[in-house]
T-cell receptor
Framework: GQQLNQSPQSMFIQEGEDVSMNCTSS?????WLWYKQDPGEGPVLLIA?????ELTSNGRLTAQFGITRKDSFLNISASIPSDVGIYFC?????????????FGKGTKLSVKP | KAGVTQTPRYLIKTRGQQVTLSCSPI?????VSWYQQTPGQGLQFLFE???????NKGNFPGRFSGRQFSNSRSEMNVSTLELGDSALYLC???????????????FGPGTRLTVL
């Protein structure tokens, strides 16, 4: 099925460093969502974006809805060990009446203390 | 407020059998979606239910079916299991079908299905 291009696939960083990941698509999206998934658990919603150009923060996390509506990025500042996990972007390319999120393949983040 | 719950958490079946998975959405949420997660394909949309009606369906064979009850709880059924059906099956709920914040889907912990 259709998927987003998410990069990088994995990152191995030092505690305290900033992290940046992004998603791109050939389709326009009306909503971008960013999730984090820990092993054996379901994805947890981190940030939701609804308008092109929107910049939203949640603690140390900041995400932006690209102006072309075809991309989004997520930044994590001053990473800590509990940031370890897989981060997924997800997009909705309908008016919201249909709930089929389209997911990226994920960015696996490892943090070295 | 309790989150999305899924039962069972783990399941082992053999090829040819059928399986039923259950999902209880967040209280007040009327839409339930199901996703399959595998290492190779990632997260793939199966179907969404709202008010006991299937609203949208992903690209999966007819062996995958679901239903929703009047209390918004949902079940997913897979018949004639194949080895490739081994996956984490995730359920997600949202308040309704409008846009904006109604697009935010909240996931349960998943059911890990292993087909031998």
């Amino acid at each position: 099925g259709q998927q987003l291009n998410q990069s990088p696939q994995s990152m191995f960083i030092q505690e305290g460093e900033d992290v940046s990941m992004n998603c791109t698509s050939s389709s326009i999206f009306n909503t971008w969502l960013w999730y984090k998934q820990d092993p054996g658990e379901g994805p947890v919603l981190l940030i939701a974006l609804y308008k092109a150009g929107e910049l939203t923060s949640n603690g140390r996390l900041t995400a932006q809805f690209g102006i072309t509506r075809k991309d989004s990025f997520l930044n994590i500042s001053a990473s800590i060990p509990s940031d370890v996990g897989i981060y997924f972007c997800a997009g909705l390319n309908y008016g919201g009446s249909q709930g089929n999120l389209i997911f990226g393949k994920g960015t696996k983040l490892s943090v070295k203390p | 407020k309790a989150g999305v719950t899924q039962t069972p958490r783990y399941l082992i079946k053999t090829r040819g059998q059928q399986v039923t998975l259950s999902c209880s959405p967040i209280s007040g949420h009327r839409s339930v979606s199901w996703y399959q997660q595998t290492p190779g394909q990632g997260l793939q949309f199966l179907f969404e239910y709202f008010s006991e009606t299937q609203r949208n369906k992903g690209n999966f064979p007819g062996r995958f079916s679901g239903r929703q009850f009047s209390n918004s709880r949902s079940e997913m059924n897979v018949s004639t299991l194949e080895l490739g059906d081994s996956a984490l099956y995730l359920c997600a709920s949202r308040p309704g079908l409008a846009g904006g914040a109604y697009n935010e889907q909240f996931f349960g912990p998943g059911t890990r299905l292993t087909v031998l």
